[in-house]
């Protein structure tokens, strides 16, 4: 079965953009919507107690998001331009009963992709120490790149929150798996020794 790429689906509604920096309204209690992301990059965060913005994941072009898929009872959730983006919004009851079977595969080929992402995120995040942690995401990032030397697709603030760490612990964990011989490292550009 051939993939079904964004291009060929028969959109009809006009994308709403946004420029790098702008906030996304998109995780509001009322609304229920499907976004797909048809230029550009956008992170979702968190703002905790003190109003840092923590990274949590991230969504590139032909990616989509919702938050009927994201547990959250608090109203902390947002979504931040990463690049000028452009996003499509679709109320998904309209969706669920209008759409055709061309975009019902592509969504359902996407949400696959999301779960299988997600049970990735999850098996790094059991691992028991942040040396394994850092190790088993960035086995992920060289098999995605079919190379041992990568580049951090986020900054080193964004990993430690995916992560759950401090970023100064961070940092020095890094420093640590170079003393090691266990990565090399140049900026955010990896080289996996192992």
């Not at 059991?126 to 995605?144: D, G, I, P, T």
């Amino acid at each position: 079965m051939n993939t079904i790429l964004l291009e060929d689906l028969p959109i009809t509604e006009t994308p709403t953009t946004f420029k790098k920096g702008e906030f996304i309204p998109v995780f509001q209690a009322n609304k229920k919507e499907i976004a797909l992301v048809k230029s550009g990059k956008v992170s979702l965060m968190r703002s905790d107690e003190e109003g840092n913005l923590l990274y949590i994941d991230e969504y590139n072009s032909g990616e989509i998001f919702s938050k009927l898929w994201i547990y959250n009872d608090e109203n902390d959730l947002f979504l931040e331009c990463n690049t000028d983006a452009e996003i499509y919004f679709f109320d998904y009851l309209l969706f669920m009963q209008n759409t055709n079977p061309q975009f019902l595969r592509f969504f359902l080929d996407k949400m696959m992709a999301y779960i299988r992402y997600l049970n990735q995120k999850n098996t790094i995040l059991q691992k028991k120490s942040m040396e394994e942690k850092l190790l088993s995401y960035f086995k992920v990032l060289a098999r995605k790149e079919k190379n041992k030397k990568f580049e951090i697709p986020i900054t080193y603030k964004d990993l430690a929150d995916y992560l759950g760490v401090d970023r100064s612990s961070l940092m020095r964990k890094l420093n640590e798996l170079e003393k090691k011989r266990k990565i090399k490292r140049s900026g955010r550009t990896i080289f996996l020794k192992n």
